[in-house]
């Protein structure tokens, strides 16, 4: 979520030079965003961001006399006289906890938006959210109505693209090219284990047997997975390089074989647009916002069956003709996403609520 908003921040800079931004942001040696001539970045507190949101943002906000506060990430101040904007990137939160996670960070993000969300719903102007699931997803079961919705979709960052010239930047993660991808975690949804559980059959039947880069897994984790599943044996087939600076994701998709993205849940999936605008075919799931994004040409698989996963590693590898359609698919489905598109309809929704505003003070 912080991504998304430092991207729609950055292409507003370029965008909007008429009206004036104040950017809140908590203090830290992460400088991400410069001021310019309309836009201020401005340090406020610290410690704990339940505190900070329901209690320093507020008294910023209301000692610069806003005209609206557009808080970015699912929650906003319970007690706020500003108009709000929220980014309501999903409600997750609503819907029934899988109980085999135990991040203790995601759980207590999980009960911090189960608190706030439903109490300030009815206080904001306009919510946004990220794909047309999420929109029908968010009015059908929190009964908002339409013209209270806004739906932006994400972008990505335009150095996601075909590489044509040779870079072995990958090499500091996996000694040679041709693997698999997966960008997974702790967290159920990403679908790990029935992933591994794919990537295990893909090995019985494959000829070329390609091995399985997977960013930022817990080695642990990894472990639990394939002792209880009873293939230890694949191990040494999996890399596990920890964290992978971004500058670095462009060039190691454009040497993967292939993306593998079999979530079980998402609201929108930006590595899943990453992916197709280098051109690298992406096995992604037929649920939620996937297809939507995917495209009607997209890999689509039931992510609940490993065998549909393992199917189309194989076909991949098999069917030149279909590797090279893929190729093909994703490239021209990225073209109609990016971070500019994402920014101008959000100046839109701004303009649009200010609009509203004026009106009703008259």
């Avoid at 507003?12 to 203090?27: C, G, H, R, S, W």
């Avoid at 999420?134 to 919705?149: T, V």
């Avoid at 279909?322 to 971070?339: D, I, N």
């Amino acid at each position: 979520m912080d991504f998304v908003v430092l991207q729609e921040i950055k292409e507003l800079q370029k965008l909007d030079t008429k009206n004036e931004y104040f950017v809140f942001v908590a203090p830290g040696e992460d400088r991400c965003l410069e001021d310019s001539h309309n836009v201020h970045i401005f340090e406020i507190g610290g410690g704990l961001y339940p505190l900070w949101e329901q209690s320093t943002l507020p008294h910023a906000a209301k000692e610069l006399n806003l005209d609206m506060l557009h808080c970015t990430s699912n929650t906003a101040p319970i007690k706020c006289d500003i108009p709000l904007i929220l980014t309501l990137h999903d409600i997750i939160f609503l819907e029934p906890r899988n109980k085999l996670n135990l991040s203790i960070y995601q759980n207590l993000g999980w009960l911090y938006r189960r608190i706030v969300v439903k109490r300030i719903l009815n206080k904001c102007r306009r919510i946004i959210t990220v794909s047309d699931f999420e929109l029908n997803n968010i009015m059908s079961k929190l009964s908002i109505p339409r013209e209270r919705m806004a739906m932006i979709y994400n972008g990505y960052t335009d150095w996601f693209k075909p590489e044509p010239e040779p870079d072995f930047t990958y090499r500091q993660y996996i000694d040679s090219g041709g693997y698999f991808f997966f960008l997974g975690n702790t967290d159920p949804k990403k679908n790990t284990e029935r992933t591994l559980i794919a990537y295990a059959k893909y090995l019985e039947r494959s000829g070329v047997k390609r091995k399985l880069l997977m960013a930022d897994l817990d080695r642990a984790y990894l472990s639990e997975i394939l002792l209880r599943n009873h293939i230890e044996h694949i191990r040494k087939m999996i890399v596990i390089p920890g964290y992978i600076v971004n500058s670095d994701l462009p060039n190691i998709y454009n040497n993967a074989f292939a993306f593998l993205y079999p979530s079980l849940r998402e609201s929108f999936g930006i590595p899943l647009l990453e992916a197709m605008a280098c051109g690298t075919p992406v096995i992604t799931s037929n649920t939620s916002s996937m297809p939507e994004i995917g495209g009607p040409y997209a890999i689509l698989i039931n992510p609940e069956s490993s065998d549909e996963i393992a199917e189309m590693m194989l076909k991949l590898e098999t069917d030149d003709e279909f590797y090279r359609r893929q190729e093909e698919v994703g490239l021209q489905r990225a073209k109609l996403f990016s971070w500019h598109n994402t920014a101008e309809r959000l100046l839109e929704v701004y303009e649009d609520v200010y609009k509203e505003l004026r009106r009703s003070r008259k």
